[in-house]
């Protein structure tokens, strides 16, 4: 019997060859008309270590990772020893002869008959793509395409390819997991969430991106870099993050709309030019991909630990607006939004992902950007007073803003506390108009505020609150809660700053229980909403060791 989904995991060593196997095989199965979603982990090491490439596929719709393992596919022995107890019921381990693993269940294969040890893993591609029911057709194209024109690794990945399919399809069949098949497979992208956020850049119009290289978060400059040349637009490695954030107010100053990307304690060191974007009314967006800290902590694991930081980054007071986006298509859309307020409101702008998210594939309709408008582009006033103010106080604090050098008028600008024409001053009066002036963009942020999102029933006795990359498991750990009769909802934040209460109170108000569900140990998105609503989320369901959240894991959590 055909299957409608699957957990494949693959385990083995970095350098083994797990970056190759595991994106050519979400991409088969996704140009197959499957929906994905990978769960990466790995150590923070160049060889050696245990990393996993985990790939739940579906013919419906599918937003979370899964625990429990159909296909095992062991690069090393170490791989069955630690994840062998978590194989469903008809599980499948695939290894190698030479591991001496045997039992039920256990698909022995004589890789050295099938490719030379550098094209193993293109034979273990080979294996599971039959297993789980592949076109080989439809591997080998995406195999082409990887490689490109290195024509001696593209033949002997094909031939290695060729004879992993011609063995495979000669064991016995009750090996076999074949997905159901998709008629006419509808054309998806094939896209992780920092590649999502860099195209939601690009489509804004961005033009500049400094950065210093930070785990998770630097596949969101390297896709930039591979589109830099046909964009127009500038990626700089920067010699760390202080220099990246102040090279970014400095382009942006000129008018060419820019982005940083980069993870807690890089962001520790941008902090002051956060503050910095605040006084001069520049506009910058910061992506911050967390990881568990504090200091360097799990470099390479998740977390949702980072909300209070970033909310509070900079000292002094000024309005700021703060996205976490819930899933691979939020990471473009809400970038996008990032840039347009940026834009708008002259100043900061953040964009909270995680490394669960940043490394997630999934099948994602291509996205509809027909219609939008480079919103990072820079569009100089229509009217202004004269003599020039850049820093003019107006009643929604936004000033005209004029570029240095492109008019005749001269652009003055200054990290001190400033006069409406951006000169230095300690006028205590001055200095209270221009925060004022300043706090009032708050007022047109709000207005801009994305709700929460509300699904399942009305009058629920059990209301899941969540932000962020957490929004599938939540999703779908409702939905569990919901088939076993329980009158289950969830309010899902993919915009955590500025919160307007009117917008979910009488949410929180109407359920018989919420509870709060954070990877994070202290709740933070629960203390915002307390701070902001005086509504106490008594409840949390926390996950702090450096994995995603998964739905399992959040109904283990409620029946304690």
Request: charged share 20%; with cysteine.
């Amino acid at each position: 019997m055909a299957e409608k989904k699957l957990n494949v995991l693959v385990g083995g060593e970095a350098g083994q060859g797990l970056a190759t196997l595991g994106p050519i095989l979400v991409k088969s199965l996704v140009r197959a008309g499957y929906h994905v979603v990978v769960t990466q982990s790995y150590q923070s090491r160049i060889r050696g270590g245990h990393n996993t490439f985990a790939i739940r596929v579906s013919v419906d719709k599918i937003a979370a990772p899964r625990e429990a393992v159909d296909i095992l596919v062991a690069l090393n022995a170490e791989t069955v020893a630690l994840h062998r107890g978590e194989l469903a019921s008809r599980g499948v381990v695939v290894v190698d002869e030479t591991f001496a693993i045997s039992g039920d269940g256990v698909l022995v294969v004589p890789y050295k008959e099938l490719a030379a040890g550098r094209y193993r893993n293109v034979a273990s591609l080979g294996i599971v793509s039959y297993l789980v029911g592949l076109d080989e057709r439809v591997v080998a194209d995406v195999v082409a395409g990887y490689f490109g024109k290195k024509k001696k690794e593209l033949e002997e990945n094909r031939r290695a390819l060729e004879r992993a399919f011609a063995w495979a399809a000669g064991v016995d069949t009750s090996y076999q997991r074949s997905l159901v098949a998709v008629d006419e497979p509808p054309k998806r992208l094939t896209v992780n969430g920092n590649e999502a956020v860099a195209l939601g850049a690009m489509s804004a119009g961005a033009k500049f991106c400094p950065f210093y290289p930070m785990t998770p978060s630097t596949s969101i400059p390297l896709t930039l870099i591979a589109h830099a040349e046909d964009m127009g637009l500038v990626v700089e490695q920067a010699e760390d993050e202080i220099a990246a954030i102040n090279m970014a107010l400095g382009a942006s100053y000129a008018g060419a709309p820019a982005v940083v990307a980069t993870s807690g304690g890089g962001f520790a060191l941008m902090v002051e030019g956060v503050s910095l974007a605040a006084m001069t009314e520049t506009p910058v967006v910061v992506v911050v991909a967390q990881r568990p800290g504090p200091a360097t902590g799990l470099p390479t694991r998740t977390e949702q630990a980072d909300l209070e930081f970033v909310l509070c980054a900079g000292h002094g007071e000024f309005p700021r607006a703060v996205f976490a986006p819930g899933d691979v298509a939020e990471c473009f859309y809400l970038t996008r939004k990032a840039f347009e307020l940026a834009q708008n409101f002259q100043g900061p702008t953040f964009v909270l992902t995680d490394q669960f998210l940043a490394d997630s594939y999934r099948a994602v309709e291509p996205f509809d950007v027909g219609g939008l408008p480079p919103v990072g582009a820079y569009a100089a006033p229509l009217e202004f007073a004269e003599p020039y103010a850049r820093y003019a106080v107006t009643e929604s604090g936004v000033s005209p803003r004029l570029l240095p050098g492109a008019s005749r008028h001269l652009v003055v600008v200054d990290s001190d506390e400033h006069t409406e024409d951006g000169h230095l001053t300690e006028d205590l009066d001055a200095r209270r108009r221009l925060a004022d002036k300043r706090l009032r963009k708050a007022a047109g942020l709000r207005a801009e505020v994305i709700p929460p999102r509300y699904e399942g029933n009305e009058r629920p006795e059990l209301l899941l609150v969540s932000w962020g990359s957490s929004a599938g498991a939540v999703a779908e750990a409702a939905a569990a809660l919901a088939a076993d009769g329980v009158r289950a909802a969830t309010l899902h934040f993919s915009q955590v700053w500025p919160l307007v209460p009117s917008q979910f109170v009488n949410r929180l108000r109407g359920a018989k229980r919420s509870v709060c569900v954070e990877g994070n140990a202290t709740g933070q998105l629960a203390r915002l909403i307390r701070a902001e609503t005086g509504l106490d989320v008594g409840e949390r369901v926390s996950r702090y060791d450096g994995l995603p959240l998964t739905p399992e894991y959040i109904l283990r959590e409620l029946k304690k």
